[in-house]
């Protein structure tokens, strides 16, 4: 019973695993890849900027259109966080003025979209998934409230051939 009880308290406060179920994160995950998010850090720090965060989406976000049901939680990439001011435009994602640089992880998903420019404020993150144009993310919806945040991607786990820290 003790193993069970600390498996338990595990998945609830410590470490919660997940599954990837569509492209909004590509290329840096695939559908069906698996993923560690950790929590605890998410009592005493915020997100920083690049972070791929686990999060229950605010109340703008809107309802999965296959099942007719809002979807419990997004992971996505944290693009600016309070303070900062966001603006798509010309294929580009502009934080506080300059280009961010996101050629690690975007690829060739740049966006065909403008945005902003819009300020993060307090208590506020901006979110995008890394395929941009393929991805319900703070350009439809708005900002994520701090207080959503559930925890950090820290692994993906499957498949075995993609296996590493995030």
């Known amino acids: 019973i003790r193993v069970i009880t ?3 308290l ?4 410590v470490v919660e695993p997940r599954y990837i179920p569509s492209q909004s994160m590509a290329p840096t995950f695939a559908p069906g890849d698996q993923i560690a998010i950790e929590k605890i850090s998410t009592l005493y720090r915020r997100p920083e ?5 686990l999060f229950r989406p605010p109340e703008a976000a809107p309802r999965d259109p296959r099942s007719a049901r809002k979807p419990e939680v997004f992971v996505k990439r944290v693009v600016a966080g309070p ?7 010309d294929g580009a994602v502009f934080v506080n003025g300059l280009p961010l640089d ?16 819009l300020a993060v404020p307090p208590g506020q993150l901006f979110v995008l998934g890394d395929n941009r144009n393929r991805s319900f993310d703070s350009h439809v919806w ?9 925890g950090h991607v820290i692994l993906r786990y499957w498949p075995l051939e993609r296996f590493g820290l995030i």
């Not at 595990?10 to 406060?13: E, G, I, Q």
């Not at 708005?142 to 959503?148: A, E, I, K, L, S």
């Open 6 to 8: 600390i498996g338990v």
């Open 102 to 117: 996101d050629s690690n992880f975007v690829g060739g998903n740049r966006p065909a979209y403008e945005l902003g420019p």
């Open 83 to 89: 303070g900062d001011v966001v603006e798509v435009r």
């Open 142 to 150: 708005g900002f994520v409230p701090r207080d959503n945040i559930v």
């Open 10 to 13: 595990l998945r609830w406060f």
């Open 49 to 53: 900027r690049d972070e791929v965060v």
